[in-house]
């Protein structure tokens, strides 16, 4: 028999294993969060008042905020790219069958499985080799790389939930195939789109390793900048772009998952 | 029953398949066809699943082109015509309703492609709607909307802009039986009003017979019958079709003496006598004939019926409307009687002795 | 010529399914071309540079043989599956206990916990190592507190202990994701159905929704194991000396020794492990289930 009791204790378990792991997951930033909004030039925790000089120091150094800027640009354009050389890809697989189909999807998703090292240091020689030295084509051609999988696989997902027979019927009626990528895939897979770019800019934003090994002197992507920062002078101010960075992924995070719920 | 009062003039089709035929790696979807379907015709493609009907389908819609073959559209060869150039309507057993637009907008959606003035889009709509009696849903999303009403949109949507031929796949497969039988009158309705050729196709054999000028049975990729719902329920041309249409007693024969009538064996002895079929003495075949024209008696009843056989009552399934009773042959064969219920008549105790009887234009000697 | 017959067009007439695998072939093109050539003829290259001799940059394994013997290379090696084995097993070990609670939670409870698992999963590599710099250090957070109660300070950062955390940190939202996917589709008739008969929850537990979630634990901890084997920036600023992997390796050839041939025989090395595991994932029912979940 299973007494109440032993039920009580088994969701006590569970409750509290669960409050560890996402006390786990969220306090280190939150404590971050909290002590970029300090008001000692040194960090402190728990901070011993309320300034925004972290937030101020970041605006007021060039460095971080060309740096900031040049991420924006770089992950906007890979995304774009990314968004649609893949969607064209996820329609065209998801639409037809052929021999070999499998490999080429294989081909076109194997960028998440293999180590980012290979795919930096393979585009390091290989760019240096081919002699390209602008500095946001050596970033965008690595983020693409990087950001096109990802748009494939959630595309593709949207395209599962897209019903193929509204796409017969309008060609049926007498659209042509623009009018019915226009009319009907793009309006059914809107939420897909948003989420694919959405990946993709942040995973672009976010990306150290490919940016670490192509970006050329004097124009450090964020993460490049922050990478440097925290491996040689732990500068503060990393605290007050801790804050922006989450801002933004809370807020991407919060648009994708109501894109998905819209998608359901 | 439809008695067809449309004559069927196929002097010049509508649709024309020309010895089409479609193979893929490794199997034959669709052996070689020839079929004719009349203007202003309503064809039923039945049968069971993977007897090649939804290929000849996709055939004539442009969803896939055959292997060999031609296929003509009012007299165009279409054979390498893109679906959305063939002039076709559509209606799908999920209704295919755009979920993001509203019924208006569905419907407006192939007027919007052939670029009509915004009026005459309005004007057609609203009249459409009026049409198929849901003039009040203009507004509304498809999900707000029941299967049935769903199914209605997607008709109007097809008649909306006259297209020479709609095709029906299945359209009445989602919805229940009750709803079923009303949208099966309403579709015969709008197809009676405007005169458009509907090629339809269901594995449902009943939904067929109610529907059809003519019905197509098709089986393993060929067409095994083609025929009016008379022809095919009453004269069916192979077992298949006489068990695939309706139900029948179907039971193993021996043609004794040629002649008309012939003298059939049946049952391990017993002789009846046969009007229809190809009855060469010596052939083994069927002996077929429909429940509702054989008729039960207890042994020593006269019928009047010319053949008479007797055997052991099985069951007696009583369903409303129709009785049936399922009568045992000291062979193993099954008989099927099918009377109209009343009220006032006595149930048969089950494992009695009883004679079934039928006249002899009622069977039928098939082949195999 | 006036005989009657239309003139046949001279333009070949495509059937629909050529015309189909036309426009397919244009829809693909694009993203297959641009992969070819930003990387996998890239892929190529380093494979070719690694088969090149340093000076002559004729052919030669020499590099190869330089690894084979590379006592370092080994002891990297090593390192590397020990700290990706151990970083799974530790996600693991989170990661389904909170799939699981999460699972039997209402819609909205879930959809909020599920908040709270994709924010740390989408949040920035170097905000986590940073926010670990800042409570870990020698005067972080964690020893600030320890002293306040007169407890002595410890040390959480430059050594293994930081990469295990660090890297845990950012794997556990993975493994949530795709254990939380297996759990809700086993069909709660299931476990309804083993109560009703009788069991009691644990015999629930471990006889029905243990072994049923087992293909996402499988394919999540595959995928986590995969992901640690490629890891670069928390080693980097986590980890010690004793701590480095296969991919600071692989920079510290090319920026440090500047040696590419080494930097690209050990970049192939590491992407041979990495491929040779993937295929043992794709070997397993539950990586197909994963694959056919990606593709389909």
């Not at chain 3, 799939?99 to 999963?121: E, I």
Request: net charge positive.
């Amino acid at each position: 028999m299973i007494s109440s009791r032993h039920i009580m204790t088994w969701r006590g378990v569970g409750l509290a294993a669960a409050i560890f792991v996402f006390v786990f997951l969220i306090l280190p930033t939150a404590i971050v969060i909290i002590m970029s909004f300090g008001d000692k030039r040194d960090l402190v925790f728990p901070p011993t008042g309320f300034s925004l000089d972290l937030f101020r120091r970041f605006f007021a150094e060039p460095g971080w905020t060309q740096s900031a800027l040049l991420s924006f640009r770089i992950a906007i354009l890979s995304a774009t790219l990314s968004l649609v050389m893949g969607t064209a890809a996820a329609i065209g697989l998801a639409r037809s069958r052929f021999r070999g189909k499998g490999l080429v999807s294989l081909f076109l998703h194997s960028p998440i499985m293999i180590p980012g090292v290979a795919i930096a240091l393979a585009l390091y020689l290989y760019l240096n080799m081919l002699g390209i030295r602008n500095n946001d084509a050596r970033l965008i051609l690595g983020h693409v790389v990087m950001t096109l999988p990802f748009v494939l696989v959630t595309v593709s997902a949207g395209l599962r939930h897209i019903d193929e027979t509204l796409e017969t019927v309008a060609t049926v009626m007498g659209a042509g195939l623009f009018t019915v990528f226009r009319r009907v895939t793009v309006p059914l897979l809107a939420p897909a789109l948003t989420i694919g770019w959405l990946f993709a800019f942040v995973t672009s934003f976010d990306e150290v390793i490919v940016s670490w090994f192509l970006v050329r002197a004097g124009h450090m992507t964020l993460p490049v900048k922050m990478y440097s920062s925290i491996m040689f002078d732990i500068s503060p101010v990393l605290a007050a772009v801790s804050t922006m960075l989450t801002g933004l992924t809370v807020f991407a995070c919060i648009v994708m998952a109501a894109m998905q719920k819209k998608e359901a | 029953m439809n008695l067809s009062d449309n004559a069927i003039d196929t002097s010049t089709p509508m649709i024309s398949l020309d010895g089409v035929r479609k193979e893929y790696a490794d199997v034959i979807a669709l052996d070689t066809t020839d079929l004719q379907v009349a203007k202003g015709e309503f064809m039923t493609l039945l049968g069971p699943s993977g007897s090649g009907k939804t290929t000849l389908l996709n055939l004539i819609a442009g969803m896939t082109s055959p292997t060999a073959g031609r296929v003509v559209i009012a007299g165009t060869d279409v054979t390498a015509t893109p679906p959305a150039k063939r002039g076709l309507g559509m209606v799908f057993q999920n209704y295919a309703l755009m979920p993001h637009m509203t019924i208006f907008q569905n419907i407006a959606f192939p007027l919007h492609i052939r670029h009509l003035p915004k009026r005459e889009i309005n004007r057609r709509v609203r009249d459409v709607l009026e049409l198929i009696q849901l003039p009040h849903v203009a507004d509304r999303k498809p999900k707000e909307l029941s299967g049935g009403q769903q199914q209605r949109i997607s008709l109007a949507r097809c008649i909306v802009y006259n297209p020479n031929i709609i095709l029906m796949d299945e359209p009445l497969g989602a919805l229940d039986k009750n709803l079923r039988e009303q949208m099966q009158i309403e579709i015969k309705r709008l197809h009676k009003e405007l005169g458009v050729t509907i090629l339809y196709v269901t594995h449902d054999q009943e939904e067929a017979l109610n529907m059809s000028d003519r019905i197509v049975l098709m089986k393993g990729g060929k067409i095994e019958q083609l025929g009016t719902t008379d022809e095919l329920y009453f004269d069916p041309a192979s077992v298949f079709a006489a068990d695939f249409l309706g139900q029948s007693t179907l039971i193993e024969a021996t043609v004794r003496t040629e002649g008309d009538p012939a003298i059939l064996e049946i049952a391990g002895g017993t002789r009846c006598r046969v009007s229809r079929g190809t009855c060469t003495a010596g052939t083994r075949g069927t002996l077929m004939f429909r429940p509702e024209a054989a008729r039960l008696a207890q042994p020593g009843e006269a019928t009047g019926d010319a053949n008479v056989v007797s055997g052991e009552l099985k069951h007696t399934i009583a369903t409303g409307s129709v009785v049936k009773h399922y009568v045992g042959l000291p062979n193993g064969d099954t008989v099927i009687v099918q009377e109209l219920a009343n009220q006032h008549r006595t149930r048969l105790p089950i494992g009695i002795q009883v004679t079934v009887s039928w006249p002899v234009e009622a069977g039928l000697f098939l082949n195999g | 010529m006036g005989d009657g017959t239309p003139a046949t067009p001279k333009r070949r007439q495509l059937t629909l399914e050529q015309r189909h695998a036309l426009y397919t072939a244009l829809l693909i093109a694009p993203a297959t071309l641009f992969m070819l050539f930003v990387y996998a003829v890239p892929l190529a290259y380093v494979v070719s540079v690694s088969l090149a001799d340093k000076t002559t940059g004729a052919f030669s394994i020499g590099s190869y043989q330089q690894v084979a013997t590379s006592s370092l290379f080994y002891k990297v090696t090593w390192t590397t599956l020990q700290i990706s084995a151990l970083a799974t097993i530790t996600s693991l070990l989170l990661a389904y206990p909170i799939a699981l609670y999460m699972n039997y939670q209402s819609a909205r409870v879930r959809a909020f916990l599920m908040l709270l698992v994709l924010v740390p999963f989408w949040t920035s590599i170097l905000v986590k190592s940073y926010a670990f710099t800042v409570i870990f250090g020698q005067a972080g957070v964690v020893n600030q507190l320890l002293g306040l109660v007169g407890l002595p300070s410890v040390k959480l950062l430059f050594n293994r202990v930081g990469v295990i955390i660090g890297m845990t940190h950012y794997l556990v939202p993975f493994l949530v994701l795709t254990i939380l996917t297996s759990l809700r589709s086993i069909p709660p008739d299931l476990p309804r159905a083993a109560s009703i008969m009788g069991a009691s929850k644990l015999v629930v537990f471990r006889r029905v929704v243990l072994p049923l979630s087992m293909p996402g634990v499988i394919a999540g901890s595959a995928l986590v194991f995969i992901l640690s084997l490629g890891f670069y920036v928390v080693p980097a600023l986590l980890g010690g000396r004793q701590d480095v992997m296969l991919a600071n390796l692989v920079e510290f050839y090319l920026r440090e020794a500047l040696n590419w041939q080494m930097a690209s025989t050990i970049a192939v090395m590491l992407l041979l492990t990495a491929a040779l595991f993937v295929a043992l994932l794709f070997k397993t029912r539950a990586g197909a289930a994963l694959a056919g979940e990606q593709r389909a």
